[in-house]
T-cell receptor
Framework: DTGVSQNPRHKITKRGQNVTFRCDPI?????LYWYRQTLGQGPEFLTY????????KSRLLSDRFSAERPKGSFSTLEIQRTEQGDSAMYLC?????????????FGEGSWLTVV | GNSVTQMEGPVTLSEEAFLTINCTYT??????LFWYVQYPGEGLQLLLK?????DKGSNKGFEATYRKETTSFHLEKGSVQVSDSAVYFC???????????FGTGTSLTVIP
């Protein structure tokens, strides 16, 4: 197991189109997170899953965004009717546990450019 | 609420210089503290962490001590290398928040 895997790594799309990103977490990691990062900023929390249950969503996650984690394994993040403001890197991370000492492990991110 | 404040960059140092990147936090509950590093075009990698007061996290010559009294977790390295050039993020996690909170990052460039 080599870590958290994300694809596609880069996506250029026209405004108004839908895009979907996939994340494969480290095996047996219960928690899966999605973050968004724009240039010069730290990652901003979007949502997280505990197994297949989506337990928290940020206000940043508008109704155009939807995330799923069927069967508690991989996850998808879909953005509908993309806008130029959605251009960012979307980071997935996973964690083996829920206690405060659990490290989260990030994937390499999926870059989205909306033109 | 929960938040992390980092010193603003960019920071430029000569090779073998001493590095300090300041990080302070506010948190509800008892947080664990982390430093992550991001190399160009890559995701974030854990550099070090500390889970309770007075703990010192260390890795690859970097160190940071969890100071509850000053709510700080400053990153230090005695002698930086060109390969340390990256963006460094301070972060905290609390069970009350169920998520990681990141600072805005500090860009470090080490010149030969």
């Amino acid at each position: 197991d080599t870590g958290v895997s994300q694809n596609p790594r880069h996506k250029i799309t026209k405004r108004g189109q839908n895009v979907t990103f996939r994340c494969d977490p480290i095996s047996e990691h219960n928690r899966l997170y999605w973050y968004r990062q724009t240039l010069g900023q730290g990652p901003e929390f979007l949502t997280y899953f505990q197994n297949e249950a989506q337990l928290e969503k940020s206000r940043l996650l508008s109704d155009r965004f939807s995330a799923e984690r069927p069967k508690g394994s991989f996850s998808t993040l879909e953005i509908q009717r993309t806008e130029q403001g959605d251009s960012a890197m979307y980071l997935c991370a996973s964690s083996p546990g829920v206690d405060a000492g659990s490290t989260i492990y990030f994937g390499e991110g999926s870059w989205l450019t909306v033109v | 609420g929960n938040s992390v404040t980092q010193m603003e960059g960019p920071v430029t140092l000569s090779e073998e210089a001493f590095l300090t990147i300041n990080c302070t936090y506010t948190a509800t509950g008892y947080p664990s503290l982390f430093w992550y590093v991001q190399y160009p075009g890559e995701g974030l990698q854990l550099l070090l962490k500390a889970t309770k007061a007075d703990d010192k996290g260390s890795n690859k010559g970097f160190e940071a001590t969890y100071r509850k009294e000053t709510t700080s977790f400053h990153l230090e390295k005695g002698s930086v290398q060109v390969s340390d050039s990256a963006v460094y993020f301070c972060a905290l996690f609390t069970n009350t928040g169920n998520q990681f909170y990141f600072g805005t990052g500090t860009s470090l460039t080490v010149i030969p």
